[in-house]
């Protein structure tokens, strides 16, 4: 069974930090390129990052760029996003998320999706 | 950045009914789009890759069309699990942008 679970939320103050994980089960992590998706209380979803195999291509979106960094540790099965400076609008329940897809060798099928989702996990940031 | 649009925003209808929902992105995304339902309290569920390919263990009552920057995601017969919001999103480029969402409703 996969399992995708966040960790590491709560409640912090604007300008503090957290670091969130997400423990994965159930499918070769190390082969998964990984994503954090967020979505505020009541709004839609926001792609926050993106991090593949080997950690050598990250990419954020550019609210969160120079403050927060997704990584991981692949012999730990384990994803990771330190979020620093950290401000109300911020605030949000984090997916951690494994981008879907596959190519055999003519061309790529569905390559950029987020096919596993963990069940998230809330931040919020408040004084 | 893509924007991605969605209509409607809210949409009411009842059980059996046919039901479309619309996605346009801001510049050609050629067919990488993808469509999501999310109920409440849970994450997202990946319906439909690649505009049109139904995702695993998806009922054939969910269906896609579309490439370039017009798209639709269509229920053939409204079920009640159905009732949910859904989301498109597009992965031709970074960053990955999610339309706004359309909430399916019961009439």
Redesign the interface.
């Known amino acids: 069974e996969v399992q995708l679970v966040e960790s590491g939320g709560g409640l912090v103050k604007p300008g503090g930090s957290l670091r969130l994980s997400c423990a994965v089960s159930g499918f070769t992590f190390s082969s998964s390129n990984m994503?954090w998706v967020r979505q505020a209380p009541g709004k839609?979803?926001?792609?926050v990052s993106?991090i593949n195999t080997r950690s050598s291509s990250i990419?954020s979106?550019?609210s969160v760029k120079g403050r927060f960094t997704i990584s991981r540790d692949n012999a730990k099965n384990s994803l990771y996003l330190q979020m620093n400076s950290l401000r109300a609008d911020d605030t949000a329940v984090y997916?951690c998320t494994r981008e879907?897809?596959y190519c055999d060798s003519t061309r790529c099928?569905?390559?950029?999706?987020?096919?596993y989702?963990?069940?998230?996990i809330l931040v919020t940031v408040s004084s | 950045?893509i924007q991605m649009t969605q209509s409607p925003s809210t949409l009411s209808a009842s059980v059996g009914d046919r039901v479309t929902i619309t996605c346009r992105a801001s510049q050609s995304i050629s067919s990488?789009l993808?469509w999501?339902q999310?109920k409440p309290g849970k994450?997202?569920?990946?319906l439909i890759?690649?505009a049109s390919?139904l995702?695993s263990g998806v009922p054939s009552r969910f269906s896609g069309s579309g490439s370039g920057t017009e798209f639709t995601l269509t229920i053939s017969s409204l079920q009640p699990d159905d009732f949910a919001s859904y989301?498109c999103?597009q992965?031709?480029n970074?960053?990955?942008?999610?339309?706004?969402?359309t909430k399916v409703e019961i009439k």
Request: charged letters at 15%; hydrophobic letters at 25%.
């Open positions: 994503n839609g979803l926001e792609w993106f990419y979106a550019d997916y879907g897809g099928y569905g390559v950029g999706t987020f096919d989702w963990g069940q998230g | 950045d990488w993808a999501y999310q994450a997202p569920k990946l890759y690649d390919s995702e989301y999103q992965y031709n970074y960053p990955r942008t999610f339309g706004q969402g």
